[in-house]
Nanobody, 125 residues
Framework: QVQLVESGGGLVQAGGSLRLACAASGLSFTYYLVGWFRQAPGKEREFVAACSWSGARLYYADSVKGRFAISNDNSRNTVFLQMNSLKPEDTAVYYC??????????????????WGQGTQVTVSS
């Protein structure tokens, strides 16, 4: 069973940057899609970004397009989320998740089978 561990969260001022990492351990780490989601207090979990195993397919939420970039390093079993020009509304717990079933709705958290424990990102104004 693959386990996912997120890291890289923290407190940053608006306009700053953070790089989140999602490291996989356990059995061979392959996936159809790996995604980043976030959940702010009192809100539903929302899609942020996703990419395919090959990295050829990339998806972003409109709210982060042009500011965030997802990438993967399969040799290190790690997926990254580079977050630039951060805004206070980006404050949330960020989760990575894996879909092995071939979800067509990449933005739907219910399509992802394995989740990490999350890492807190706080952006101050």
């Amino acid at each position: 069973q693959v386990q996912l561990v997120e890291s890289g969260g923290g407190l940053v001022q608006a306009g700053g940057s953070l790089r989140l990492a999602c490291a996989a351990s356990g059995l061979s780490f392959t996936y159809y899609l790996v995604g980043w989601f976030r959940q702010a207090p009192g809100k539903e979990r929302e899609f942020v970004a996703a990419c395919s195993w090959s990295g050829a397919r990339l998806y972003y939420a409109d709210s982060v397009k042009g500011r965030f970039a997802i990438s993967n390093d399969n040799s290190r079993n790690t997926v990254f989320l580079q977050m630039n020009s951060l805004k206070p509304e980006d404050t949330a717990v960020y989760y990575c998740a894996v879909d092995n079933a071939g979800a067509t709705t990449y933005y739907d958290p219910a399509m992802y089978e394995i989740w990490g424990q999350g890492t807190q990102v706080t952006v101050s104004s």
